[in-house]
């Protein structure tokens, strides 16, 4: 007999992909509920970076009283400055780097480390998942930038997963389960058979959890 638990999804598009799968098929959540009876609130939100976590979505009183929480964020804060990678400082390595760790991803770690233990505060198992490396070879308009922004993403990464030691959370590593291009609706987004997979990834954690 499945035991009720109560699971609450933050984060961005990796788990709010509705708007880009096709008609007839399924979304994270969709996924979720589909195969488990358990309640599931969504508040991850398209679009969301490490800021609408914290000002918006850790807002909910639904957050203290989840069993579960499931974090999937970063992807957006790393996405908004990609520019960088093309108009960066190339002049000096040591200086373009230096540049990146200070002006992007230090203070996303600052911030991820504020959402993780505001979260941890909470009686509820917790979840951490990291970027996933996208499929941006398939345009033009990320193309220039895919060795570069694969860097950027392991960066982030280590930081998921020296966070989620400190504060006592597991780690989902979706560059294990986004691995083909079919798991993408576009070079961003989760397709349906992407998001079926990261949702049974989800539940198997939860059962572990019981």
Known sequence: ?????????????????????????????????????????????????????????????????????????????????????????????????SDVHKQILKPLEQRFETIVEKLSSHRANLLLCTVYEGDLGRTDEFRDVLDSSKIMVSSFNDTVYKTASKYNADVLELRHIFTSPEDYANPIEPSHVGGERLAQAIMDWIQKTL
């Not at 979304?27 to 939100?45: C, G, P, T």
């Open 1 to 97: 007999m499945e035991i009720m638990t109560s699971i609450t999804l933050l984060g961005d598009s990796i788990i709010d992909n509705k708007t880009y799968v096709q008609q007839q098929e399924y979304s994270v959540l969709e996924h979720l509920q589909n195969i488990s009876k358990n309640e599931f609130l969504q508040l991850a939100y398209d679009g969301d970076t490490t800021v609408n976590v914290l000002e918006r979505q850790l807002q909910s009183q639904e957050v203290a009283k989840s069993s579960h929480l499931v974090l999937s964020i970063g992807g957006n804060d790393l996405l908004q400055n990609i520019l960088f990678l093309h108009e960066g400082p190339i002049e000096n390595i040591n200086k373009a780097l």
